[in-house]
Every structure is written in structure tokens, then in C-alpha cells.
């Protein structure tokens, strides 16, 4: 076998590997084995054919053929071996000769990452301060949710709440077909189609319309969009909310331990607040890691990014298809080409894998890792809290790739807490490291930087990003104090 490298750089090597007949010869004959008794070759019973028999039947290349795939990744892990020669992620292959077997191997190494002087990095914390005004809308928000429904002594207005009759016709086809159905009249409701909404506005109850409603050119659904829908409208019921005056009596609907308006208000302020706080908290991770991201020194193989790329690429577009499109109808109704689209998706890239990289060399650096103990402990914790659990679930949950899942998770929340010890100028490096920083171990738990998540394809997330997959992301929103 020859064995010479093309080009060596810091971040990654290209090996070309030119097998011979030796090489080959042990892999053509577990192809031999794996295909014999699958023939039927006359003169012999299936599987009893002998190997100069099945390769004048088929021929030698059809056996290397089968044989490839486990003769080059095989051979590649041997090669890697005797050139010492750590792949930091696996290999990009590319066959060049087919006989003799010949093929390049792009292999990326580890990425040389320095996070500079990340101990004297020091960020503020967002204070925290919450206004009257602030509580005052949040219980003006809570009065139409405790609110009964009413029979209307108006015209219909938005807000309203409808029941309906519905018929709609595009070409003479009907293609809604509704009876008693309920709506609610808001201006960002496009159902059944959107502009719907303000033909409906004035009516009266009992009152019945036909309209002409042109569907937008955008409309996802291709066999309506740029047509024109035939309405035919009558108005059964028409319900309103009468909001309830802000007093005591209005506090104890609300919930249990509610007796004047003084105390829901002092619970919402403490909602607003923590609220408030979990986002400024969320903030300073975020600032924190772009901040470090930005101080870092950090050189890594094409072929690592181009790997993210693809995976970045790969979660849009499954999160479109579970919004029932298709990757032309979302290109159309954004108005982009595809290589419009996919030069949004480089920075981002980019920055997931800077942000995957520098949370890694800082695990090392802090010596930060998860023990089995911690591991189990988190998963008993869960199955704990849970009622109902079956056989299958628990059996779910404790696998391998349960637990992988967990160290990966329990993994990121540790890394984040150091950063932030680090940028508030808590705690001292020496007292949560160990004398050798843990440089030789895989301290993410995987060596594909490759992030899974479900990214909203029309936005971009700001969540701080991880080692090895996205952390659980805090609540933010607060909650209901009923």
C-alpha cells in the first residue's frame, strides 16, 4: 500500500492511499463469503462455490465493488494508526481509482484554539427593575382571561367572538365548507384565508354577507394562492367580554391566596421579576460566550464548517417540512434563491461552531466534566418526579443514548456556570481545576460539533449555544399566577 500526503496544515491533512493486490485481497474475500450464498451458480450447491468459480461468475470488480464498504473505512483506521494521526471528526473520502483501490482521505485534526486571557474577562449583569406600569399591564392582561362571555349589544368589532356559517367556492370547486363554527375576530387571524377578518367587521347578529376575497400570490398553499374565493357568510351569534372592575372580589377569581388586589399585584411583581431576571441571566451567558467567541484565537479544518453548514441546513429544512412546506415554497414566499439562503446560513454556522469550539477548549481548560454518578443521580431525579412511567419509558430513559444525552446536557449547564463565575469575577480557576487540565479527553462527550436542534427557520435563535448539542433553555415567560 502507498501511502503520501498531498498537503499538512495545522487543522487538517489529505492523505492519498493507492491499495495493491495484497492490500485488496482479504477484503474480496469477505465480500466472497458475504455473496456466495446468495448465488446460484450451476454446478453447485448455494454457498459452496468456491472463490475462482463465483469471480469468473460475476467478476473481480463486482466483489470489490461489494468489498468498499469496509475496505476503505478499514484501511483508512489503519493508515490513521501507523501515521499517527488523530481525526478530530470522520474523514471526507473520495474514491479516485476503482483497480487498483485509490482514494483521498481529507482528514480534519483538532482545532488550535486559545481563549487568550479569558480569567480577567469581566461583564456586568443587567440590574434588574420593575415599574409599577409593568405590573399595572400585566393584570390589565389578565381581566378578558377571567372575562365570561356575553351576548353582543353592538356590532361586531375585533375582539368579538363569532359563530358562523361559512361557505367558500374558488372556480366553482368549494373548498370551505363550515356550520356552526366559532371565531374569534382578530386582525391576525388569516383563517380561512387571510384579509377574512374585516369583512366581517359591522355586522349584526342574524345578519348574513357574500364578499369576493382575493387570495395573496404568497399563500403557501400553491393550488389557492393569486385566486379569488366566493364568500358566503351568515352571522348566528355574536359574544363580548365585559372586563371585570380591578377589585378584591376580581383578585380572589383569579386564584387561591389572592384577598385584595394588593396581593395578586405583589405576586405579579415577583413573577415580573423573576422573569425579568432569568432574562438578564440568559443575557449575560450570551454576552459572556460572544465575548469570549471574540477573544478567542481559533483555526479550524473547511471541512469541520462545511460539516455544520450541512447540519444547519439539515434542521431547516426538516423544521419546514413539520410546517407541511417544501423547500421551493419556503424559498418562494421569502423571496430568496437557494444560494441567497444558504449564504444566510454561513454566519451562523460560523458562530455554532465558534461557540462549540470555545466551550470545549474551556472545558478542558477548567477541567469540567460529568461523572457516571452525577449521570445517574439526574436521571433518578427525572424518573422520580414522574408519575405513570412505564416499562418502555424507563427503559428509554436509561439507555445509553438517554445518559449520553444528560452528560451532554449536565456538561454545558457546568461550562456556562464556570464562564459566568469567570465574568462576574467569582471563584478562582485553581479551586474547580485539577492540577492537569483534562486536554486529553473528549470533554463534550462527542467529537461532532455538528449541533442538533430544532432551529426556527424564520429566525434565528439567540440561545446560548454548547458543547456538543443545545442546552435546555430557561423559562422566560411569566407565568400565569393562576
Given amino acids: 500500500m502507498k501511502v503520501t500526503r498531498e498537503s499538512v496544515s495545522t487543522t487538517e491533512v489529505t492523505l492519498n492511499i493507492e491499495m495493491d493486490a495484497a492490500d485488496e485481497d482479504p477484503f474480496i474475500d469477505r465480500s466472497y463469503r458475504r455473496s456466495v450464498g446468495r448465488l446460484q451458480i450451476p454446478g453447485f450447491r448455494k454457498g459452496k462455490a468456491p472463490r475462482s468459480i463465483v469471480e469468473s461468475y460475476i467478476g473481480r470488480t463486482a466483489l470489490l465493488q461489494e468489498a ?85 349589544e353592538h356590532p361586531i368589532q375585533y375582539g368579538d367572538l363569532l359563530n358562523l356559517n361559512v361557505r367558500g367556492e374558488i372556480d366553482g370547486e368549494e373548498v370551505v365548507n363550515d356550520e356552526g363554527v366559532d371565531y374569534l375576530l382578530q386582525s391576525e387571524n388569516v383563517l380561512p384565508f387571510p384579509g377574512f377578518a374585516p369583512y366581517l367587521e359591522g355586522l349584526n347578529e342574524s345578519d348574513s354577507t357574500e364578499f369576493t376575497l382575493d387570495i395573496p400570490e404568497d399563500y403557501p398553499r400553491p393550488q389557492f394562492a393569486g385566486k379569488a374565493c366566493q364568500f358566503q357568510v351568515e352571522v348566528l351569534s355574536v359574544k363580548t367580554k365585559n372586563l371585570p372592575e380591578l377589585d378584591d372580589e376580581f383578585a380572589k377569581g383569579v386564584g387561591e391566596g389572592y384577598e385584595t388586589v394588593e396581593d395578586l399585584n405583589n405576586h405579579i411583581r415577583e413573577l415580573i421579576t423573576q422573569d425579568a431576571e432569568n432574562t438578564a441571566l440568559r443575557e449575560l451567558e450570551n454576552q459572556s460566550l460572544e465575548q469570549l467567541v471574540e477573544m478567542a484565537s481559533i483555526q479550524v ?61 474551556l472545558s478542558q481548560e477548567e477541567a469540567i466534566e460529568v461523572t457516571d454518578e452525577e449521570v445517574q443521580q439526574e436521571i433518578d431525579q427525572t424518573l422520580e418526579s414522574m408519575t405513570d412511567i412505564t416499562p418502555q419509558m424507563r427503559r428509554t430513559m436509561t439507555s445509553e443514548v438517554a445518559r449520553d444525552r444528560v452528560r451532554t446536557s449536565m456538561l454545558n449547564r457546568k461550562i456556562i456556570e464556570r464562564l459566568l463565575e469567570i465574568v462576574q469575577g467569582n471563584g478562582d480557576s485553581s479551586e474547580s481545576s485539577a492540577e492537569e487540565p483534562a486536554a486529553e479527553s473528549d470533554a463534550t462527550g462527542s467529537v461532532e460539533p455538528a449541533l442538533e436542534s430544532d432551529t426556527a427557520v424564520a429566525e434565528e435563535s439567540d440561545e446560548t449555544t454548547d458543547a456538543s448539542e443545545p442546552a435546555a433553555e430557561p423559562e422566560n415567560e411569566t407565568e400565569n399566577p393562576a
Fill in 68 to 152: 468498499l464498504e469496509f475496505m476503505i473505512p478499514e484501511t483508512l483506521d489503519r493508515v490513521l494508526r501507523d501515521e499517527d494521526i488523530q481525526a478530530f471528526v470522520e474523514p471526507q473520502i473520495e474514491l479516485t481509482e476503482i483497480e487498483p483501490v485509490s482514494f483521498t482521505a481529507v482528514v480534519p485534526l483538532e482545532p488550535v484554539v486559545d481563549l487568550g486571557d479569558y480569567q480577567n474577562l469581566r461583564i456586568e449583569r443587567a440590574p434588574v427593575e420593575v415599574t409599577d406600569e409593568q405590573v399595572s399591564e400585566f393584570v390589565e392582561q389578565l381581566r378578558p382571561q377571567y372575562a365570561p362571555w356575553e351576548t353582543a
Fill in 301 to 361: 479544518s473547511d471541512t469541520l464548517f462545511t460539516r455544520e453548514l450541512e447540519m444547519i441546513q439539515r434542521e431547516h429544512e426538516q423544521a419546514i417540512q413539520r410546517q407541511r412546506w417544501d423547500m421551493d415554497t419556503y424559498l418562494r414566499m421569502m423571496g430568496k434563491t437557494e444560494q441567497e439562503y444558504l449564504e444566510e446560513l454561513r454566519p451562523m454556522a460560523n458562530d455554532r461552531l465558534a461557540r462549540f469550539l470555545v466551550m470545549r477548549k
